[in-house]
């Protein structure tokens, strides 16, 4: 059934029920008075039932309008599901405080959008140390860097300045403000290298969900040129000093994102580019990582759960990957007494989600070695 005759179904039900609900009062009006009393005190207890349930019915009816002419109620139902911190903390996370200390909390990065504010973590040292970008997940619509600080630190303590950025969030902020918005990130920390002892070198960019979603564009923005015209903006970096992009649980396929269901992922899509139908638009096209993956892409690190809705849009990325003959590491785990659900890498409380750090860990380690 279309949406235009579910509408006017429910419209229909509702008037329905309203006339049900004065039909007793307007018989009598019309001289039916001379009916039984007992008829008459039986009517009053269905119309209070009805009334409410017209009541119910109208309110579906609007609220089933306002769903499908616009995205106000999913973006206030997806800003409440992203409240709060992600994941969980390690056990070692004690320790993880002692090693890593806070360079600044809501410094801006000076962007020419709104949000542009970070978090800087790094571990205790006397050198430069690699510096990873990171960029939060919440449907380009919710969350926020503060949810994911136990997550950046415990990546710091591995021997790294990690940035936990935050962006324009949709419907406010369209597509593809948020990839500018983490080239002035990337500009802004390289510019104080030295304020933060960061080795300008090393450079890696990592997120999770619409955030890995982001990290994978920004593979494209600093290795293809053409990708990069289509956004605008000069890049913050050149050569091999992105070393690599860190992809978790994140979708990079818009032809086929629809198919997989996730909750909201749709009518986040709609509010971050405003169309409704995005496939076969520019901004999709634009959007779709996979399809413009070129030989020159960083080195990826790419994990999702089995069990997470996105496991296709990861299978499909690793294929795109191994298609161009990038260097990837794929981390897909099969769920056990643990079900791997959407963002299972978060939660290092779990021996999955500590798994996939200790991986993320090993690809770091691997390509900040790597001779340029």
Sequence with gaps: MGSMKKRRLLVFCAAVLLCLTTAPAASNAAGCSAAPQAAGAAAVPMRRW?????ALAALAATGWVVWSKTTVLQEALIRLICLGSAGGKPPDYGAVLEAVETLGTDVSYESRFQSGTMDLYAKRSDVPQP??????GGYYVG????GFACYCRKLASFGYVVASVNYALAPEGRYPTQILQINEAVSFLLARADRYDVDPSRVFIAGDSAGGHLASQ??????????????????ALEGDRLRGVILLCGYYRMDT???????????????????????????AARMDTAAQLTEDYP?????????????????????ALRLKGVDTTAHLPVSGRTRLKHEYQADLRTAEGRTAMEETARFLQLHCARRT
């Design 143 to 146: 969350g926020d860097k503060r």
């Design 299 to 319: 080195a990826v690190f790419l994990t999702c759960g089995d069990q997470d809705p996105f496991i296709t849009q990861a299978r499909e990325m690793l294929d």
């Design 131 to 136: 510096l990873l970008v990171y960029a939060h």
């Design 257 to 283: 994102l629809r198919a997989t269901k996730f909750p909201l992922i749709v009518d986040a899509v709609w509010m971050l580019t405003g169309e409704k139908r995005f496939e076969g638009t520019a901004v």
């Design 218 to 235: 920004m593979g494209l923005y600093y290795t293809n040129a053409a990708f990069r015209a289509a956004i605008g903006g000069a890049p």
């Design 50 to 54: 009805l009334l409410p349930a017209a």
